[in-house]
Structure formats: structure tokens, C-alpha cells
């Protein structure tokens, strides 16, 4: 009964994110001429919203599974950080001229098709070391090491586009998060990577259920760590692509979403993995709600908001579960 109010209560705040998504921004609906058009707008935002943060409330709770720890997100992986240095160097090849903007892709595919190759990348490294009888730990410092290296050629990226005032522009709003300047192709073209990773995640979810009772425990009854955790990492690399490709640069939503709900929902995958999706695409509208209200020149980074708001939240959340442990 707890488990159903509290889905019940999750599909009543994703509708009212939504609505209120939809009513609230720059431009009066009032006006007929502009009501489409306004509406229109909001709403890819708030279907790029949703997918981004589902995606990441999900990939969170699979990266927790596999490592068996609450505290980890699936920038821990390294392939956050390679889709993102793929989405620069797809804006910088665009802008420049090279010859990989020539081929028969749109413009505005180049970005999803950039974070895609780049947590590819992420993945096919991360991969040569997620053998059968390799530790967590030797995934956790190979991601540590695979995102300080992507994140020191982003930055190296991002000297270089400071020549084109567009393009530094550009580069810096993707990567402090944003779902402003996302197209319907790129929404569409986001919606099967979601869509498929969601249910691929959930499908596993009896696996990462064992996997949580300890790897030798696990293969004791009968699961296949190895492959188990190779297909974890490679559908969490998808759904960090689509988050990315759609978002940009966003934190905290893999880490708080799923620490706030297993209290609720508790700790099984089956349950877990929907619950996620649905309160990691409210609390991405809801931040982008108030990017968009918040009084100032310039629309705020959605990155900038979610970390406000997240980090205190997850201080929060992380004191209330070492009270209950240590009076427990």
C-alpha cells in the first residue's frame, strides 16, 4: 500500500511539473498569435527535461547497485564526462569546418551523435577492465582516471573556442546544463535511447538485486557477475549519452533521486528503477521551471540549479542515514 500511495503521489508532482512547465515562462499565452508557437517551445523543453533526468535518476540507481554504494552517481563511470567532451568536439567541428560537419547529419544531429561517440569511448576503455574477477575498485579509479582526462580536454576545448565569442558561448552553456536550445529531433532521436536503457536497466533488476547481497554471494546463486556488470555499465553509458545530448552538463539528479526513494520504495530494482524515472524527470522540470522564473537578465544554467538545490539535499539525506545506522 505504501509503495502504490507513493507512485500515486509521483505521477500527481510529474503532472503538475508538467502543467506548470507548460503555463510559466518568457511570453504571455494570452496572446493567440503566440500561444502555439509558446507552447510549442516549452514543451520540447519539458520532454528534453524528462528524459534527461529520468535518465540520470535511473543510471544512479544501477551505478548504486553495482558498486553497492548510495553515495556514487554514473559520472563514476567516466562516460558522463566522455559524452560531454563528445557534444564539444561535435560543436567544434561544426563551427570549424572539419570535414566530419560534411557528412550527410544534420546540424543539429552532430550534438546527440558527439555525446553518443564519446560515451562509446568512455565505454569501450571502461569495458577492458570489467572482467569477471576485476574488483569495484578498479572501475571506480579507472572512471576517476577516464573523466579527469576528459574533463582536462574539455577544458582544453573550451580555451580554444574563446577565439569565436558564439562558439565560447556555446561550449560554456552546454556545460553548465541546459535544455533551452534542444530541437524535436533531438528529442526524438533521445526518446529510444531512454526509452530502451529504462527498460534494459529494469530488466536487470533481479541481477543487481543479487548483486547487492555481495559478488561472491551473488555467484553462488547463480548470476554472472562479469557479464552482469558489463551490461550495467553499457546501458548506464547510454543513458548518460541521452541525458547529456539533451541536457548537457547536469549533477546531482543520478545521486539525490535514488537515495531519497528507497526509503519509500525500498531497495529492489524492479521497484526502484520506475520510481526513479519518474521523480528524476519532476525534479529536472521543476529546476528548469525556475531557471526560467528566477529574476535575472539571463536565463540560469539548469547545471547551476540542480547543484543548489542537490547538494544541500543529499547533506541532508546523508546525516538522516548515519543517525539511523548508528542508532540502529
Request: proline share 4%; glycine share 12%; hydrophobic share 55%.
Amino acid at each position: 500500500m505504501k509503495i502504490a500511495l507513493t507512485y500515486v503521489v509521483l505521477l500527481v508532482l510529474l503532472v503538475g511539473a508538467v502543467a506548470l512547465a507548460l503555463l510559466v515562462g518568457h511570453g504571455n499565452l494570452s496572446d493567440p498569435t503566440l500561444r502555439s508557437t509558446l507552447l510549442g517551445l516549452r514543451a520540447t523543453r519539458v520532454g528534453a527535461a524528462l528524459l534527461a533526468g529520468a535518465a540520470l535518476a535511473t543510471g544512479g540507481a544501477v551505478v548504486q547497485g553495482v558498486f553497492r554504494d548510495p553515495l556514487v552517481s554514473p559520472s563514476i563511470l567516466g562516460t558522463t564526462a566522455g559524452a560531454s567532451l563528445g557534444g564539444q568536439l561535435a560543436m567544434l567541428a561544426m563551427v570549424s569546418g572539419s570535414p566530419l560537419a560534411s557528412l550527410a547529419v544534420s546540424a543539429e544531429m552532430m550534438l546527440p551523435l558527439g555525446c553518443l561517440a564519446g560515451a562509446g569511448l568512455s565505454l569501450v576503455i571502461v569495458l577492458t577492465f570489467c572482467r569477471e574477477r576485476t574488483g569495484t575498485l578498479t572501475l571506480i579509479l579507472t572512471g576517476f582516471i577516464l573523466s579527469s582526462l576528459f574533463l582536462a580536454i574539455s577544458s582544453f576545448i573550451t580555451s580554444l573556442a574563446q577565439d569565436s565569442w558564439d562558439m565560447s558561448r556555446a561550449v560554456v552553456s552546454f556545460t553548465l546544463g541546459g535544455v533551452g536550445g534542444v530541437s524535436t529531433r533531438q528529442l526524438l532521436a533521445a526518446v529510444p535511447m531512454v526509452g530502451i536503457g529504462i527498460v534494459a536497466c529494469w530488466l536487470w533488476s533481479d541481477n543487481l538485486d543479487l548483486l547487492l547481497s555481495g559478488e561472491d554471494e551473488a555467484s553462488s546463486l547463480g548470476v554472472e557477475v562479469g557479464r552482469a556488470r558489463r551490461w550495467a555499465v553499457t546501458w548506464v553509458a547510454v543513458l548518460a549519452a541521452a541525458a547529456i545530448a539533451v541536457g548537457g552538463n547536469v549533477g546531482f539528479v543520478g545521486l539525490i533521486v535514488p537515495h531519497t526513494l528507497r526509503p519509500l520504495v525500498g531497495v529492489r530494482h524492479r521497484r526502484l528503477i520506475p520510481a526513479c524515472a519518474l521523480l528524476g524527470g519532476t525534479f529536472l522540470v521543476a529546476c528548469d521551471v525556475i531557471s526560467r522564473v528566477f529574476p535575472s537578465r539571463s536565463e540560469l544554467p539548469l547545471g547551476v540549479i540542480t547543484g543548489i538545490i542537490g547538494a544541500p539535499v543529499f547533506l541532508i539525506l546523508l546525516a538522516r542515514s548515519q543517525r539511523e545506522v548508528s542508532h540502529g
